[in-house]
């Protein structure tokens, strides 16, 4: 019989009951913020007890939808704010995985840039629907002379992040690269319009100075490497899932920063509300 916590299935005996062709409901727990949040305190609860250890695989999106009794679009939303969060790792095509923890956690917006946060995740929403689009176009489309100017794009941001070197230019250059790769010239125009601009650690400080750089870098230079193998492969669902996967994370991580920070602004204001005026002093 399979243990559970706190209402919720072991994922790891979920899994396992899965593959042996068992099936095996799950009891989400009832969540005023619904389903993908429910599901995100369950599994990050068990990677911080330990429950899931850094370098454990977590199930297959079917298995977590059978286990939870959730559907595929509540498990990938999930998974998408685990990773924001820093917790887990997906790399598409060979599965999701439990990361070690960090230091530092979120980046901390300063109060000064909450207002370009706004902006800057109104552009990630709008580069969410234009980019999952060009990458899979791309990956139909592109010619090997494109592919390779992705791969210079690449080389020249990992090799600048060695060095502490701009990554903006070779950052943008790969996803423009995929855009003219369409064959529409819509997608570039739209992407040469915004510019730099839609790379969010150009206007957010904390993004560029969170962990030393090189960590958060790195990371993104996986995603990107994900979206070129797809593309490389002529893989147009796979680089659409790639895509998404890498601008829905920057959207998540730079989220959960404003709230905080938006948080941190009321309570400190709230702070100074309380604090007695000098005025109330008794008079000697």
Request: proline letters at 5%; a neutral charge; glycine letters at 8%.
């Amino acid at each position: 019989m399979v243990q559970t916590t706190a209402g919720n299935p072991s994922i790891s005996d979920a899994a396992t009951e899965v593959a042996a062709g068992t099936p095996f409901v799950g009891r989400p727990r009832p969540r005023a913020r619904g389903l993908a949040h429910g599901l995100v305190e369950d599994l990050g609860e068990k990677i911080r007890s330990q429950q899931l250890r850094p370098g454990d695989k977590l199930p297959t999106e079917s298995a977590i939808m059978q286990a939870y009794g959730v559907s595929r679009t509540v498990v990938r939303e999930a998974l998408s704010k685990l990773q924001a969060g820093g917790l887990v790792e997906t790399l598409h095509g060979v599965g999701t995985f439990v990361l070690q923890p960090r230091a530092g956690g979120v980046f901390r917006l300063d109060p000064g840039e909450i207002a370009a946060s706004v902006d800057v995740l109104a552009v990630l929403e709008l580069r969410i629907s234009l980019e999952t689009e060009s990458a899979g176009l791309a990956a139909s489309r592109r010619t090997d002379e494109q592919l390779v100017a992705m791969r210079q794009a690449l080389d020249d941001f990992e090799r600048n992040v060695v060095v502490a070197g701009d990554t903006v230019g070779p950052d943008f250059r790969f996803h423009l690269q995929i855009a003219e790769s369409t064959g529409n010239p819509y997608f570039a125009d739209i992407m040469r319009h915004l510019g730099t601009t839609l790379i969010p650690r150009t206007r957010i400080s904390a993004i560029r100075t969170h962990e030393g750089g090189a960590p958060y870098l790195n990371r993104v230079n996986r995603e990107h490497e994900e979206i070129y193998a797809a593309i490389a492969r002529r893989d147009p669902e796979s680089a659409r899932a790639a895509m998404r996967i890498h601008l829905t994370n920057s959207r998540e991580r730079l989220r959960l920063a404003q709230e905080a920070a938006q948080q941190k602004a009321k309570a400190d204001a709230a702070a100074g509300t309380a604090a007695p005026s000098s005025d109330d002093t008794p008079s000697s």
